[in-house]
């Protein structure tokens, strides 16, 4: 206990609202446990489709762009 401070014993009413306190802190965590979930998904579905673009042109190339570097030749102004 900090100095300064006097014992005092935690009444129903105090344990109540800090229930309260807590499942509405669990209530807000959930939800935004929930909006990063969906985040994630989305962004698992956008590699999805990325990845099913890559394997399209790969199949437009006649081979395959895994590994490889692809170089944009300079042109001189």
């Given at each position: 206990?900090?100095?300064?401070?006097?014992?005092?014993?935690?009444?129903?009413?105090?344990?109540?609202?800090?229930?309260?306190?807590?499942?509405?802190?669990?209530?807000?965590?959930?939800?935004?446990?929930?909006q990063?979930?969906?985040?994630?998904?989305?962004?698992?579905?956008?590699?999805?489709?990325?990845?099913?673009?890559?394997?399209?042109?790969?199949?437009?190339?006649?081979?395959t762009?895994?590994?490889?570097?692809?170089?944009?030749?300079?042109?001189?102004?």
């Amino acid at each position: 206990m900090l100095s300064g401070q006097s014992y005092r014993p935690i009444r129903n009413a105090d344990k109540a609202e800090s229930f309260k306190e807590m499942q509405a802190m669990e209530n807000l965590l959930s939800e935004r446990l929930r909006q990063h979930e969906f985040n994630l998904s989305v962004t698992a579905l956008r590699l999805h489709l990325v990845k099913i673009d890559i394997d399209q042109m790969e199949k437009e190339l006649g081979g395959t762009t895994t590994g490889r570097v692809f170089h944009v030749p300079k042109t001189n102004p």
